[in-house]
Nanobody
Framework: EAQLVESGGGLVQAGGSLRLSCTASGFAVDDYAIHWFRQAPGKEREGVSCINGPDGSTYYVDSVKGRFTMSSDTAENTAWLQMNSLKPEDTAVYSC???????????????????WGEGTLVTVSS
């Protein structure tokens, strides 16, 4: 059974860093586009970033460019989201998701995801 499990969320002060991990089982991250989405209280879910397994290309929403970095590792079958210079507005539940469909450029909307993790809470205090 395919599964995604996130970890690494927590409470951090503004300006701090966290690294989220998304470990896959039942499929290879190298064959999929792994995405991170987040949903803040009272707001709609938004796409944060994605990494295309076959070529490692990464994409980010404008609000996190220069602060967040995605990476993945074949042996660990895991994707990470390194979040630096965190801001209170980054507070949200972060969920990783995967789709087998690889776009030439950019990330997929959440409707295209085939697998989802349960999410991990990131809280940034001011």
């Amino acid at each position: 059974e395919a599964q995604l499990v996130e970890s690494g969320g927590g409470l951090v002060q503004a300006g701090g860093s966290l690294r989220l991990s998304c470990t896959a089982s039942g499929f290879a991250v190298d064959d999929y586009a792994i995405h991170w989405f987040r949903q803040a209280p009272g707001k709609e879910r938004e796409g944060v970033s994605c990494i295309n397994g076959p070529d490692g290309s990464t994409y980010y929403v404008d609000s996190v460019k220069g602060r967040f970095t995605m990476s993945s590792d074949t042996a660990e079958n895991t994707a990470w989201l390194q979040m630096n210079s965190l801001k209170p507005e980054d507070t949200a539940v972060y969920s990783c998701a995967a789709t087998f469909s690889i776009k030439d450029f950019g990330c997929h909307p959440d409707d295209d995801m085939e697998y989802w993790g349960e999410g991990t809470l990131v809280t940034v205090s001011s």
